[in-house]
């Protein structure tokens, strides 16, 4: 109780003892704290590069695509990738604090759903050659088809389990905290998707190409590998 509020320089004191203890206490919190930065980064670096090469193949705006012509990194991505974390974390925060805890195990729900459509994507993309041979029906087919069904099955007892409220630290009329922003987080990408369905139809319709992206400031563009 007396630490409640600092346990890495009360537990720096309580190895160490003495004048050592603080040194030692403070050199944890130092080491905390840049581990959070670097894991902010490690979040951020990929999925302003997901955007980056989701623009440059037609699936998202191509303003998402500019690089930044000194630096060479997703600029407009990096930036918007930015400011919607910093709007969710606030938004959630001023919700209730525990929500943020029920944020992290909803992203849970979003990975088994990725991994159930990349797999399942496999059989579409394949379903032509699925009848060339027992390999790649096996390969092409039985396993990813039975990949897709366990993570569905996953994703349906999550969301079972995770709508007891007793399984999430906040209630949203009578449901787990953690099925509702799971949920919640899923419907949101419907009109997303509408809203750049338009913009990128060449992309939906399967005609489009993975383009250059070369930002108005005169970087040099990103020339698509063949």
Do not use: K
Not at 129 to 151: D, E, H, I, K, Y
Not at 163 to 192: K, Q
């Amino acid at each position: 109780p007396a630490n409640s509020d600092d346990v890495l320089a009360g537990l720096g004191h309580a190895v160490f003892g003495g004048g050592w203890g603080q040194v030692f206490g403070m050199l944890l919190v130092a080491s905390v704290l840049s581990s959070a930065s670097a894991s902010s980064q490690a979040t951020i670096m990929p999925a302003a590069r997901i955007l980056l090469s989701m623009a440059r193949h037609g699936a998202l705006p191509r303003v998402f695509g500019r690089v930044h012509p000194r630096y060479q990194t997703p600029s407009v991505s990096t930036w918007v990738f930015g400011a919607v974390s910093l709007a969710l974390y606030h938004g959630l925060t001023a919700w209730s604090e525990n929500v943020l805890s029920d944020s992290v195990s909803a992203v849970g729900l979003a990975i088994a759903i990725e991994y159930a459509v990349t797999v399942a994507s496999c059989v579409w993309v394949f379903r032509a050659t699925l009848r060339s041979g027992p390999r790649n029906l096996l390969l092409r087919g039985v396993l990813p088809g039975l990949g897709a069904l366990f993570f569905v099955s996953v994703l349906v007892a999550a969301l079972i389990q995770y709508a007891d409220p007793a399984r999430s630290e906040t209630v949203v009329f009578g449901i787990g905290g953690v099925a509702v922003i799971g949920v919640t987080s899923l419907l949101i990408g419907v009109p997303l998707l509408a809203l750049v369905f338009r913009p990128c139809r060449d992309y939906f319709a399967g005609r489009s190409l993975p383009r250059a992206a070369a930002p108005r400031t005169g970087g040099p563009a990103l020339t698509p590998t063949p």
